[in-house]
């Protein structure tokens, strides 16, 4: 199955998309940039978009207790990639990776172990950080995938709404 056809599956049950990331540490900002976009562009009553920043800890049991199967997470990673790079699947797949590179209070996997308990599945858009020093640009190449990334969301998005699909 293909990238698009797999957020397709996602999020076309009721599903919440989390961006994470400190907007002022460059690329760690990605998650933060792409929920703001998508919060903008998302019109789907079954979608839900929250811009968490740095403070995934404020919403993770809002979300646990929420009405959605299925819970997105975006976030830069360092796997040691080209910048850019990005990686996606279920969270619990991922291992050590949100570990290594957190700059939440609560990490990425503690979250996912609570929404797994609330029978949530959960999953990882990871894009690959090249700087996260202070500062508020991201690299070229992060926020040229984030854009793509936000693109091929709204597309898919769209291709799943009754309106848009043909059906015999």
Same mark, same amino acid.
């Given at each position: 199955?293909?990238?698009?056809a797999e +957020?397709?599956? +996602? ?12 907007? +002022?540490? $460059? ?6 940039? @792409? ?5 903008? #562009? ?12 740095? +403070? #995934? ?17 975006? &976030? ?14 279920? @969270? &619990? ?7 290594d590179f957190?700059?939440? $209070? @609560? ?25 996260? &020093? ?14 793509? @990334?936000? &693109? ?17």
């Amino acid at each position: 199955m293909n990238f698009a056809a797999e +957020i397709g599956n +996602i999020l076309g049950s009721c599903a919440c998309i989390v961006g994470v990331g400190n907007a +002022i540490r $460059k690329d760690d900002g990605v998650g933060v940039y @792409l929920a703001g976009s998508l919060q903008r #562009l998302v019109r789907e009553p079954h979608v839900r978009v929250i811009n968490a920043e740095d +403070i #995934l800890e404020s919403y993770a049991f809002e979300i646990a207790d929420g009405p959605c199967e299925a819970v997105l997470l975006i &976030d830069a990673v360092h796997t040691n990639s080209d910048p850019g790079t990005v990686l996606f699947g279920q @969270l &619990d797949d991922f291992g050590a990776i949100m570990e290594d590179f957190s700059t939440h $209070k @609560l990490s990425l996997r503690l979250a996912g172990k609570i929404w797994k308990n609330a029978g949530k599945k959960t999953y990882l858009l990871g894009i690959e950080a090249g700087d996260i &020093d202070f500062g508020s640009d991201m690299t070229p190449a992060v926020k040229k995938s984030a854009d793509m @990334l936000r &693109d091929c969301i709204i597309s898919t998005l769209h291709s799943t709404r009754k309106e848009y699909v043909y059906e015999q």
